[in-house]
């Protein structure tokens, strides 16, 4: 019997550990060391190190959709101005300036519409820029980013190996750029700029050389803005031949009349490449306002093209755009005057600031 005993009594060792409470205190112990394992090991691991191909990758970021608010600004839009100045953008790798109240590279958030308004042969875009934007209410301003681009000439003393530039008259019909090695329509410069300011409503409007700039790239550009306003130029852009009120003997001493500028003969390259079909159909679709200033009557004034196409149009700017509103519907019928409207300003002249503070101009530009 003591030798039963012995051979089944256990041992001293094997009694202690199968106590409760020694096997609820190694089941502690395994649970530490695992939480300190664990820990360690993910704090050993440097921020900058690969992750081990034995741990997943974290997730792609989920995207942002495009009407969500960012969490983080990268780069804070500027605010709009009460004024407007010069600055720059890059166009075609070459500076290009503008004058504007706001940047055209990173709109204002506040920014409501987008004026771009061209300016004359003078190239002075603060100043139209200026007229335009103190036509609005003080909350139409707060909330309207004007744009006058600047098309410089060479004698304008800018740096011709860094900046775009063109010839006196090159810039108002669309011809490519004067610059040696790129070559950029005036006319594309807009379309740019135009890209970058959407989605925003768009204006486009142009006083005397920028009027006539408005005028043909309103035929020209796949654009569709809110509306072009075209405000007192020298000449206009005929789809066909026949000027009326021009006596045929006149017409007959200007053989290229009806060559581009003026008509659809000879086009440039930015045109060319639309065609005569389309540029008449883009025109007639288009919401257009014309500002004619019943004094800018002058058949002398200096700053008026006088060259015999344009003088086959009419002998003074006031004539000129009164034939043409008078022309149009023998090329796209009675219903053009819905869409395109002809406001004539009493008493003014050649002056932007005039034109521009006319009720008609007003409700164009910002309504």
């Not at 003591?2 to 409470?21: D, G, I, V």
């Not at 004359?120 to 209410?137: E, I």
């Not at 329509?185 to 300011?197: G, K, N, T």
């Not at 409007?205 to 009027?211: I, L, N, T, V």
């Amino acid at each position: 019997m003591k030798q039963l005993n012995r051979r089944y009594r256990p041992s001293r060792a094997r009694s202690r550990w199968a106590r409760p409470s020694a096997r609820v205190l190694i089941v502690a112990l395994l649970i530490v060391s695992a939480l300190v394992f664990s820990s360690s090991t993910h704090l050993t691991v440097p921020a900058s190190d690969p992750v081990p191909s034995a741990v997943p990758a974290p997730p792609s970021p989920v995207p942002v959709p495009a009407d969500a608010t960012a969490t983080v600004t990268l780069r804070a839009a500027e605010p709009l101005a009460r004024t407007t100045t010069m600055r720059q953008t890059t166009i075609a790798g070459k500076i290009f300036r503008y004058c504007a109240n706001g940047s055209i590279d990173n709109p204002a958030r506040e920014a409501k519409r987008v004026i771009f308004v061209m300016h004359g042969n003078d190239r002075q875009p603060c100043s139209v820029a200026t007229a335009a934007l103190a036509t609005g209410t003080p909350e139409q301003r707060a909330s309207t980013l004007v744009i006058s681009p600047r098309f410089p000439l060479k004698e304008d003393r800018i740096d011709t190996q860094r900046e775009l530039f063109w010839t006196f008259a090159s810039w108002s019909q669309g011809d490519p750029s004067a610059n040696e090695d790129v070559q950029v329509s005036s006319y594309e410069v807009l379309d740019e700029l135009l890209e970058r300011a959407r989605p925003l409503p768009v204006v486009v409007a142009g006083f005397s050389g920028g009027g006539q700039f408005v005028n043909r790239y309103a035929a020209g550009t796949s654009h569709n803005p809110i509306r072009f306003i075209i405000v007192n130029p020298s000449s206009y852009l005929y789809f066909t031949p026949d000027r009326p009120g021009t006596p045929a003997t006149q017409l007959a001493i200007c053989p290229a009349y009806n060559h581009y500028r003026y008509g659809l003969e000879h086009l440039n390259g930015y045109m060319g490449r639309v065609g005569p079909e389309t540029l008449t159909r883009r025109y007639g679709e288009h919401r257009v306002v014309y500002l004619l200033g019943d004094a800018d009557n002058d058949p002398r004034s200096t700053s008026m093209d006088k060259t015999c196409g344009a003088v086959a149009e009419g002998a003074n700017r006031y004539e000129r755009g009164m034939r043409y509103w008078a022309y149009l519907p023998s090329v796209f019928g009675p219903g053009i005057q819905r869409h395109h409207r002809l406001h004539v300003v009493p008493r003014a002249g050649h002056n932007v600031h005039a034109m521009f503070q006319h009720p008609a101009a007003k409700a164009a530009l910002y309504e």
